[in-house]
């Protein structure tokens, strides 16, 4: 069992930034990989970033140079750094983390969402 936290969302104006934080909990016992996903209505839930336990890092190219995701291990949270933010960038924002867990097999589990709005 994985349960994740979000919290960071809000109102900012364009070129300005924010910083989202997701921490997981529950039966952990090691964490393969965390990401933030983000949608609007009508639309999929697209990646945004994601991080690997080995330090891997993807991004959309959407927001490559401005947003930075990063992970405390120690805490089993993950960030995600937005920098330069644009009304494109409006959406729900969704932490994903899948991981090993307790007594064998895996959990995944997605956050509550956070609403990141950008105005212009």
């Known amino acids: 069992q994985v349960h994740l936290v979000e919290s960071g969302g809000g109102l900012v104006q364009a070129g300005g930034s924010l910083r989202l934080s997701c921490a997981a909990s529950?039966?952990?016992?090691?964490?393969?990989?965390m990401g933030w996903y983000r949608q609007t209505p009508g639309k999929q839930r697209e990646l945004v970033a994601a991080?690997?336990?080995?330090?891997?890092?993807n991004y959309a190219d959407s927001v490559k140079g401005r947003f930075t995701i990063t992970r405390a291990n120690a805490k089993n949270t993950v960030y995600l750094q937005m920098n330069s933010l644009k009304p494109e960038d409006t959406a729900v924002y969704y932490c994903?983390?899948?991981?090993?867990?307790?007594?064998?097999?895996?959990?995944?589990?997605w956050g509550q969402g956070t609403q990141v709005t950008v105005s212009s």
């Open positions: 529950g039966m952990i016992f090691s964490i393969n990989v």
């Open positions: 991080i690997t336990s080995g330090g891997s890092t």
């Open positions: 994903y983390c899948n991981a090993d867990i307790h007594f064998g097999g895996t959990g995944a589990a």
